[in-house]
C-alpha cells in the first residue's frame, strides 16, 4: 500500500490546495504569516514532504475560500 502522503489522492488534494494559492494570488510567504507558520512549512507541504493534519487543512481551506467538501471532490480514492 502507497503511504498516504505519497498517495496519488494525497497528491492530487495538495495540487488542488496550491492551485488554489496561486489562483488567490497568495505567496507561500503570505499562507505562512496567515497561518504563524514558517515559509518553509507551506513549501513542504506543496511538495508532499510534510503532511496536512486535520486542522491544518481546515485552517488552509478557510484561508483558501474553498470547502472541504470541494476539496474532497478533487481526490479520488
Known amino acids: 500500500m502507497t503511504k498516504t502522503i505519497h498517495h496519488p489522492s494525497y497528491v492530487a488534494m495538495i495540487?488542488?490546495?496550491r492551485r488554489r494559492?496561486?489562483?488567490?494570488?497568495?505567496?507561500?510567504?503570505?499562507?505562512?504569516k496567515k497561518l504563524g507558520v514558517a515559509a518553509s512549512?507551506?513549501?513542504k507541504v506543496e511538495t508532499c514532504?510534510?503532511?496536512?493534519?486535520?486542522?491544518?487543512?481546515v485552517d488552509?481551506?478557510?484561508l483558501y475560500r474553498i470547502t472541504l467538501g470541494d476539496l474532497?471532490?478533487?481526490?479520488?480514492?
Not at 514532504?49 to 487543512?57: C, K, N, Q, S, Y
Not at 474532497?72 to 480514492?77: H, I, K, N, T
Request: proline share 0%.
Open 15 to 17: 495540487r488542488e490546495l
Open 21 to 32: 494559492r496561486i489562483e488567490l494570488g497568495l505567496t507561500q510567504r503570505d499562507v505562512a
Open 41 to 43: 512549512w507551506v513549501s
Open 49 to 57: 514532504e510534510r503532511r496536512l493534519d486535520f486542522i491544518e487543512t
Open 60 to 62: 488552509l481551506c478557510r
Open 72 to 77: 474532497a471532490r478533487c481526490v479520488r480514492s
